[in-house]
Nanobody, 117 residues
Framework: QVQLVESGGGLVQAGGSLRLSCVAS????????MGWYRQAPGKQRELVAT???????NYADSVKGRFTISRDNPKNTVYLQMNSLKPEDTAVYYC???????????WGQGTQVTVSS
């Protein structure tokens, strides 16, 4: 059974930094894409960043230059380093994994990030 467990959310002042972590279990072997999405109150869930098994990254324009996604493949862990945070970054951040071969995706339970002005 695939499980994603996130950590690292919290409250931070504008301009501050946070680092999110997500550990995946039960994913077996094979290529996958891990990523972070976020959902603010009253808005749809949106892509933040993704990273493939091979290290190819993709970022939303709104976070380019401020956020960095990385992964540790042996540990099945993905990280999101968030710098220069803005109040508009406030949202619940969800970890996601797409198992490429099986074409299945899974979500974590979400972690709250709140940026005060």
């Amino acid at each position: 059974q695939v499980q994603l467990v996130e950590s690292g959310g919290g409250l931070v002042q504008a301009g501050g930094s946070l680092r999110l972590s997500c550990v995946a279990s039960g994913i077996g072997f094979g290529r996958n894409v891990m990523g972070w999405y976020r959902q603010a109150p009253g808005k749809q869930r949106e892509l933040v960043a993704t990273i493939s098994t091979g290290g190819i990254t993709n970022y939303a324009d709104s976070v380019k230059g401020r956020f960095t996604i990385s992964r540790d493949n042996p540990k099945n862990t993905v990280y999101l380093q968030m710098n220069s945070l803005k109040p508009e970054d406030t949202a619940v951040y969800y970890c996601n994994i797409l198992l490429t071969v099986l074409a299945r995706e899974y979500w974590g339970q979400g972690t709250q990030v709140t940026v005060s002005s």
